[in-house]
């Protein structure tokens, strides 16, 4: 039976985009262990360092004393711990929003959340550069796609002059880009979006805990915290933990808590990687300098590239990507990196287009000025 895959498996050799599992080990500082040797890792979304952090570590191990190890249950189902209910009224204190709800995966939140907020009938208006689980949740809702140009609020206008006779229209994007590490114009859209009847989510995966006065993300740091609708965020990136969740209006979470299969149809978020996750909210208030120095970071890696010429494709964050063009250019410089200490792979289709191949720059608070500089004069 495994014979039928062979043919795929092959031509995706050809082409060079065959992936495989690496198994690494933790290291301290910005840094991962393959085979025994240490590597500076650039490939990490950790962007606080907070996965580690002993407090986050010492949370989790609390709360596998006190709940065990599992969900055991759906949250409908006798799931709900409490550590959930803490989390989720920590996380809606920091979106500033009424109530949150968790989700096991982020992938799971956004395809809850678009599946049913949009059916047959309404309409889904997407950032044509979104990640790929909110095009998954936009499929699955049944509801038609309308695209816009990446960034583009002339074009999202016309889109919304085209989409006028919908039953419900749901504008969304992505606040940080995943993969050219660029930012949503969010006070255009949340104004065409109130001038045109529509609602907003934004997901705010990358930029919860890296942006904003508080750490809450790009709404807060562009002001329109109280013009989107709906905000999704992850647990698995500056947070450290693992899991997905949304904010919004006491209605919105009644609604999901009803409505959201990818919610009603899981097992609970394990109590431990809960736990874990409210210990990193609350470090997110209380040591703002990892914030200050990761910004400090990719600032000085972004003008470094600028000086030299890269294609760093509009980058204005800590996710810089240094575009090579080819699937052959860009693996030789992701081979020549891991020789020379880094971890740094090589981005190809299908996650971005074939002649935008590219080594994706995450930086984090823990690497170093020497780190960074030292990545760069190698792929100078």
Known sequence: MSDVFSPDI???????????????????????????????NFSSNDYLGLASHPQVKKAAAL??????????????????FEVHALLESALASLKRQEAA???????????G????????????????????????GAKLSGARIFIYAHRDLNSLEKVLARAKDYRRKLIVTDSLFSMDGDIAPLRGIAELAASHGALTMIDEAHSTGVFGVSGSGLAEELGVEKKIDIVMGTLSKALGAQGGFVCGS?????YLVNKSRSFIYS?????????????????????????????????????????????????????????????????????KLFMAGMLAPAIRPPTVPEEKCRIRISLTSEHSLEDINKMAAVIA
């Open 101 to 111: 709800l968790v989700y096991p995966s982020g992938f799971q939140a956004n395809i």
């Open 267 to 335: 097992t609970a978020l394990s109590p431990v990687t809960a736990a874990a996750a409210l210990k990193a909210v609350e470090l997110i208030g209380t040591e703002p300098a990892r914030r200050k120095k990761l910004l400090e970071n990719a600032a000085s890696l972004r003008k470094t590239f600028a000086a030299r010429g890269f294609d760093i494709s509009g980058s204005e964050s800590q996710i810089i990507p240094v575009v090579m063009g080819s699937v052959e250019k860009t693996a030789a410089l992701s081979e």
């Open 113 to 136: 959340i678009i599946s049913s907020v949009v059916s047959d009938g309404d309409c889904v208006i997407m950032d044509s550069f979104n990640h790929a689980s909110l095009w998954d």
């Open 63 to 80: 709360a596998a004393e006190k709940y065990g190890a599992g969900g055991t249950s759906s949250r409908l189902l006798g799931g709900t």
């Open 10 to 40: 092959d031509n995706i050799k050809e082409k060079g985009l065959f992936r495989e599992l690496r198994p690494v080990s933790p290291a301290p500082a910005g840094r991962v262990l393959i085979a025994g040797k240490e590597y500076v």
């Open 250 to 254: 006491k209605k919105l979470i009644e």
